[in-house]
């Protein structure tokens, strides 16, 4: 199965820094033949702080993204908490992805399902790659023929996520396409003041481990500047450090 790369910043700030996330993986889709979809989140439900930025909200941030479609080709992923906003988000963009914390929320699964559009669930930080049998069952009994699961890491203590690949092989007994989440997994949740950290400089190192584990996938958020970031700029990579992590996977 190819491997499909999923990149874009963590959330939607403004047009000119998604154009040049954009710009740079149309560069590398021609130069490795790669399947990549561009990711941003139109609103962050889930921020540490109620003062933390969550984005421009679902029509702006729909509008925004289907500028970035017209304007470069690339297929769309982005994220719903909501069961309503399924149906608007379906109509733009090409993949609809489940947050961590809300992949039991039986309601959302649903609604995602019944768009059509392919189904990417984030494992919660509280699960096993065997408990994901339950959300993909639920996303297939409503309808949707193509469900993709993701790991993101498990929580250890306080204000610390640790990876056991062991949950890529076992996710892939419920589908074919399972994704690391590279840059979630290197977070440190709430561990700065406020606000969530991390530590970018493991994340060459969780991709090529993932990569030895059987991913079929690989996400990654990116940005031109993660130091000024609007949202998890401590995990992010640099987007000229992007091209290196992809040649090592392919390699």
Partial sequence: MKPIF???????EDMECMKLVAQELVRLRAAYDLDVYFKASFDK???TSLSSYRGPGLERGMQMLADIRD????PLLTDIHESRQAAAVGEVVDVLQI?????????????????????????????SGMDMQYPVEKCRESGATDVWLTERGNMYGYN???VDFR????????????????????QRPGGAGGKTGGNREFVPAMA??????????YFFEVHPDPEKALSDGPNMLYLRDLEQVVKSLLE
């Fill in 6 to 12: 999923i990149a874009g910043p963590c959330v939607i």
């Fill in 71 to 74: 304007a470069y080709g690339l």
């Fill in 99 to 127: 947050p961590a914390f809300l992949c039991r929320q039986t309601d959302l699964l649903v609604a995602a399902a019944r768009t059509g559009k392919p189904v990417n669930i984030k494992k919660a930080q509280f699960l």
């Fill in 160 to 162: 610390n996520l640790v």
């Fill in 208 to 217: 090529l481990a993932a990569k030895a584990f059987g991913a079929t996938g």
């Fill in 45 to 47: 439900a889930n921020r």
């Fill in 167 to 186: 949950n890529i092989p076992d996710m892939k007994r419920w589908t074919p396409r399972v994704i690391m989440d590279c840059t979630h997994s290197v």
